[in-house]
């Protein structure tokens, strides 16, 4: 089975690394969890 993950944007840019989900909940879950908890963090391009 493959994996869920979260890390690339629209346009192909990796944005976030970070674990395998299993299951599609789980990586809902995860996106909803980045909304809630990084709605105010600092973005720093590099």
């Known amino acids: 089975m493959g994996k ?3 890390s690339e944007a629209m346009n192909g ?4 690394t970070g674990e395998g ?8 879950k995860g996106i909803a ?3 809630k908890n990084a709605k105010d963090a600092k973005i720093v391009e590099k």
Do not use: H, T
């Open 4 to 6: 869920f993950v979260l």
């Open 13 to 16: 840019q990796i944005i976030a």
């Open 21 to 28: 989900y299993a299951k599609l909940d789980g990586c809902l």
């Open 33 to 35: 969890s980045v909304q």
